[in-house]
């Protein structure tokens, strides 16, 4: 089934690590995002990449980095520099402008 | 039961009957708005879309409705069951290349049996 995964679901890491948050698709989409949700908020974007081997800083990068060596592939790491880093992260990808954008499940991070 | 987006983002009503959330957008630009649907510790599910060359689209149960004068966007539910019970995203798409889906603050339908 084409679609996009997140993982893991849970991920605990302790306070000064960084982590690696991992989102593949395989619907042979040009952009992918990624987004932040706190506790009864709405989404928002953390970095975004419109093709292979660029991406551009959203609303709230600091402390975040990505890199986007694969089509298929854009992995976020939350660094030790990001002050308040648990949250629930979301991946998404669209095919082109204009066009839906497919989320994964999510990974729920806690940093304790 | 109708919401008001921002100003009110919980709307609770009973099952059988319809559904209206609203919500305004921030930019004459965009050209592509979608409704997202989003379930306790799941991803958002795509709804439903409308291009700004319409007015007004239809979906099973769903309606949306989009009022360019204004830069509101109004999502209606009919026979509002159980099942609908999730918070619900508007997005909009800025035109002239941007990929960049924005998302609104969310507006949480509660469906009572």
């Known amino acids: 089934d084409g679609g996009i995964t997140q993982s893991p679901k849970y991920l605990f890491r302790k306070e000064g690590q960084n982590v690696t948050l991992s989102c593949e698709q395989n619907?042979?989409?040009?952009?992918m995002y990624w987004y932040r949700q706190d506790p009864g908020q709405g989404l928002r974007l953390i970095y975004y990449?419109?093709?292979?081997?660029?991406?551009q800083k959203g609303d709230i990068a600091e402390g975040y980095s990505v890199s986007r060596e694969k089509k298929e592939s854009f992995p976020l790491t939350v660094t030790s520099a990001q002050k308040n880093p648990t949250a629930f992260y979301l991946c998404a990808s669209s095919r082109t402008v204009n066009t839906e954008a497919f989320f994964g499940q999510g990974t729920r991070l806690t940093v304790v | 039961g109708e919401s008001v987006g921002l100003h009110l983002p919980t709307l609770s009503v009973q099952e059988g009957d319809n559904s209206i959330i609203n919500c305004a957008y921030s930019n004459s630009a965009s050209d592509y708005f979608i409704w997202y649907k989003q379930e306790s510790g799941k991803g958002p599910q795509f709804i439903i879309d409308?291009?700004?060359?319409?007015d007004k689209r239809q979906g099973q149960r769903v309606t949306v409705l989009l009022n360019k004068t204004v830069k509101h966007l109004s999502l209606q539910i009919a026979a509002t069951q159980p099942g609908d019970s999730a918070v619900y995203f508007c997005a909009e798409n800025i035109g002239g290349g941007s990929y960049i889906p924005t998302f609104g603050r969310g507006t949480s339908l509660i469906v009572h049996p």
């Open positions: 619907l042979n989409h040009d952009a």
């Open positions: 409308i291009r700004s060359n319409m």
């Open positions: 990449s419109q093709i292979v081997n660029d991406f």
